[in-house]
């Protein structure tokens, strides 16, 4: 397994933006695919975004347009840029790593959006 650390999270107004970093203890795009998940209070945890070795990215509906994942290969750390934030997306967001059947969280970070 790999370690995972997020960073970025905290509390915006409605329309701001922020950034969550996710810090990996190895090489991790070499044969992983890198995601970030949300869990916001009574829900199930869900896809916010991931990008493949490759580059390919995938997105939630309720954040395409807004969100942008991306990664920096020499420093072992994926982002996601959230833009045009909304109350909606106040939540728990977990980076997560997955290598064929192997698979690892970070312990998350809070990210609130006020009205």
């Known amino acids: 397994q790999v370690q995972l650390v997020e960073s970025g999270g905290g509390l915006v107004q409605a329309g701001g933006s922020l950034r969550l970093s996710c810090a990996a203890s190895?090489?991790?795009?070499?044969?992983?695919?890198m995601g970030w998940f949300r869990q916001a209070p009574g829900k199930q945890r869900e896809l916010v975004a991931t990008?493949?070795?490759?580059?390919?990215?995938n997105y939630a509906d309720s954040v395409k347009g807004r969100f942008t994942i991306s990664g920096d290969y020499a420093k072992n750390t994926v982002y996601l840029q959230m833009n045009s934030l909304k109350p909606e997306d106040t939540a728990v967001y977990y980076c997560?790593?997955?290598?064929?059947?192997?698979?690892?969280w970070g312990q998350g970070t809070q990210v609130t959006v006020s009205s």
């Open positions: 190895r090489s991790i795009f070499s044969d992983n695919i």
């Open positions: 997560n790593s997955r290598s064929g059947v192997v698979v690892s």
């Open positions: 990008i493949t070795s490759g580059g390919s990215t």
